[in-house]
């Protein structure tokens, strides 16, 4: 596979997300609808996963549908140290006290469940890991959560203190969310908030480098946004978040209020974090998912498990550029490991899949004449996706 090597500039760029990346948290919640994958995949009894773990909050909501087996990848030792400590929670403790950590991002006594109980249940890492972080989820001050740490967390904080200096766009948002009529919300946001949200000094930050970096965006995935959209970066997110707030009802939009308000609500969070979901995951669903720090590529070659659903979220987008060998030996892998009736779904800077065009197999054939896309399916379902970050959603099948 042939590709132009980065300018400078985009590799430095890109540096700065490496460095941040392997040092950190990135994601301390899922950016990925979760409700969309479950119908592009179809997950059955007998079905066994690849799922990437970022926060590991849809590994948990994929767990509810009762598949054999969910293997939770990352390459991020950070967050499958998340992952282990949801896990360590589900086991441990009660809802009230598990919601309070992770809804509501904040608990007393944080310090005190974690090491008379979390703690026992964490790998090595994991464990050194959460001894210097737990408090994160200790209320030190008013308005302290766990969602304002890690570096999706300082944009999210960033943001509140922006929102607490523009008092009047505050109370914009919050009748917003508290709207359960769509025309009334799509007319509130058109005439109080959007007037007051988007401005040039907006415009200017939501467009830096350094933000998208800190929300986990790499530099690929931005050069394609302004590749794609005349308005760039800026006019991609505006264009999302109007769709969200003027098209998708707002009263169970856990991504973007979660933003708003540092913390879930039981009315509206993700699935794992409802109370009877809660206990069939400490009932057992819990136990079918594995945690593994290792990349897509390592853990199938060290497999002998055959993969039925592959859920690879946006990381071919800087493969392609800069690993584009590696990127060609993880598909050898993933075609290597699935079953015939595998389903695959992932999300790009691309509208369409054809950054894949030029992949050629260990055995020199195409990989685009490998998968079968399901384009009417994904492009429904796109329409339906509450974050509505991602120009490009794709399910794709092996071909016959």
Request: glycine content about 6%.
């Amino acid at each position: 596979m042939s590709i132009a090597q980065p300018a400078f500039a985009d590799r430095l760029h890109q540096g700065v997300f490496n460095a941040l990346y392997a040092r950190s948290l990135v994601y301390n919640t899922c950016w990925e609808d979760p409700a969309v994958d479950r119908q592009a995949l179809a997950i059955g009894a007998d079905d066994r996963l690849l799922v990437i773990t970022s926060a590991g909050c849809n590994v948990l909501d994929y767990a509810l549908c009762a598949p054999a087996r969910i293997h939770a990848v990352d390459a991020n030792p950070r967050q499958t140290a998340l992952l282990e400590l949801k896990l360590a929670g589900i086991r441990r403790l009660h809802f009230a006290d598990y919601f309070a950590l992770f809804g509501e991002g904040r608990h007393p006594l944080a310090r005190e469940m974690y090491r008379d109980g979390l703690r026992h249940d964490l790998s090595p890492f994991a464990a050194r890991y959460w001894d210097k972080r737990i408090g994160w989820f200790e209320p030190r001050k008013p308005g302290q959560s766990f969602y304002y740490n890690g570096l999706s967390g300082l944009v999210a904080r960033g943001f509140r203190a922006w929102l607490t200096a523009r008092p009047r766009l505050r109370l914009a948002i919050e009748s917003l969310l508290a709207e359960n009529d769509l025309e009334a919300q799509r007319a509130r946001y058109d005439a109080e908030v959007a007037p007051l949200l988007w401005n040039r000094a907006v415009n200017w930050a939501v467009s830096r480098p350094l933000t998208m970096s800190l929300l986990g965006v790499p530099h690929p995935q931005r050069e394609e946004v302004e590749r794609q959209h005349a308005g760039g970066i800026a006019g991609f997110v505006r264009e999302s978040i109007d769709y969200v707030f003027r098209e998708l009802p707002v009263a169970d939009n856990y991504f973007w209020t979660l933003y708003v308000r540092g913390h879930y609500t039981q009315d509206c969070c993700p699935e794992y974090l409802k109370r009877d979901n809660f206990y069939r995951l400490k009932e057992g669903l819990a136990e079918r998912v594995v945690p593994h720090t290792t990349t897509v590529t390592e853990f199938l070659q060290g497999s002998g498990e055959r993969i039925s659903r592959f859920v690879l979220l946006d990381h071919m987008d800087w493969m392609s550029v800069y690993h584009p060998d590696l990127l060609a030996q993880e598909w050898d892998a993933i075609l290597a490991r699935a079953t015939p009736d595998a389903r695959l779904i992932f999300r790009s800077a691309h509208a369409g899949a054809d950054y894949l065009d030029g992949v050629r197999l260990g055995d020199g054939t195409r990989l685009m004449d490998r998968l079968q896309f399901h384009r009417e399916l994904a492009a429904r379902l796109q329409r339906e996706d509450r974050v509505h970050t991602y120009a490009g959603f794709h399910i794709a099948t092996l071909s016959a």
